[in-house]
């Protein structure tokens, strides 16, 4: 008789009780060397290659800004950005403080080099952190911690201003017209025209806003000193007065500056200075606190 090969059962997998897997297309084993078993190890990709994929997702989001395709961004385009990013109310304001923080060369623009500088952080952060690298959540996080700071101060500079006019016109009644003060606030904050030392952008002139007020009253206070005179100079022309004084009377008439109260243009700028000063330390603190 012809003798047949007995069939052996299969081998149990050891704890299981179940037949073993395919072991020809079972993964390695863990912390097996894989080149040796015939496994291709990915490649990491060098310092220089990570570089190069940073500067194409920068070049990529500064596309994206860069509507008219000039090569530099202007506050109109980061305001249009920013209202497809960000939903905000007020984008003009927020445009002219993320272009004060990127705009390093105070041009009125926005090179690639500039905003490299500025979003590059964002980017590396965004890869540390494990996320998927998309232009516009990059774009959105960069710009979002410029904004928090600066809408900031220019609240409490715009707070301040409502707080001292409604203070200013308490105090002096409706005798007289109080657009001199929005006058004030047009041409010493919001477009000082007058001065082409004047900083390019609004975020930048919170101290250029509080010197010109520190020299607006010391200019009044030193028109309103009662003045010690001889009888020489008592005698000399009314229309001889100091080019200080000249540039003072200048001020008052383009504000408008009522003439029956010598004091309210003193009084209102000193209370916008220390109504600002105080709210910034009043932040200042708050911060502290939080932090």
């Not at 047949?4 to 149990?12: E, G, H, M, S």
């Not at 016109?169 to 929005?182: D, E, I, R």
């Not at 100079?233 to 500056?257: G, L, M, T």
Request: charged share 30%; with cysteine.
């Amino acid at each position: 008789c012809t003798a047949t090969k007995p069939t052996l059962p299969q081998a149990l997998h050891p704890g299981t009780g179940h037949p073993p897997q395919d072991f020809d297309n079972m993964p390695p084993p863990m912390f097996a060397n894989l080149a040796s078993l015939g496994h291709a190890c990915e490649r990491r990709r060098s310092s220089a290659e990570t570089e190069v994929g940073l500067h194409d997702i920068v070049r990529e989001a500064f596309d994206k800004v860069d509507l008219n395709g000039d090569g530099k961004l202007s506050p109109p385009e980061i305001a249009q950005s920013l209202k497809s990013l960000l939903e905000l109310q007020d984008p003009v304001n927020d445009a002219d403080s993320i272009c004060a923080a990127i705009d390093t060369d105070g041009d009125g623009y926005i090179c690639l080099s500039e905003f490299h500088d500025f979003i590059h952080s964002t980017v590396v952060q965004h890869l540390a952190a494990g996320r998927q690298l998309e232009v516009e959540r990059i774009l959105r996080d960069a710009f979002s911690r410029v904004l928090t700071e600066a809408k900031s101060e220019r609240e409490d500079i715009i707070r301040a201003f409502m707080e001292s006019e409604k203070t200013t016109k308490k105090a002096s009644g409706n005798v007289f017209s109080h657009s001199w003060m929005h006058k004030i606030f047009e041409g010493m904050y919001n477009n000082p025209t007058d001065d082409p030392n004047a900083p390019i952008y609004r975020a930048h002139r919170g101290g250029y806003l509080k010197e010109r007020l520190k020299t607006l009253v010391a200019n009044e206070e030193r028109a309103l000193k009662p003045k010690k005179s001889s009888s020489m100079e008592r005698r000399a022309s009314a229309d001889d007065v100091s080019p200080a004084e000249a540039k003072r009377q200048a001020f008052r008439k383009a504000i408008d500056a009522p003439d029956a109260d010598k004091t309210v243009v003193k009084s209102f700028a000193s209370l916008w200075l220390e109504k600002i000063e105080a709210l910034q330390v009043e932040r200042t603190l708050s911060l502290q606190v939080q932090g």
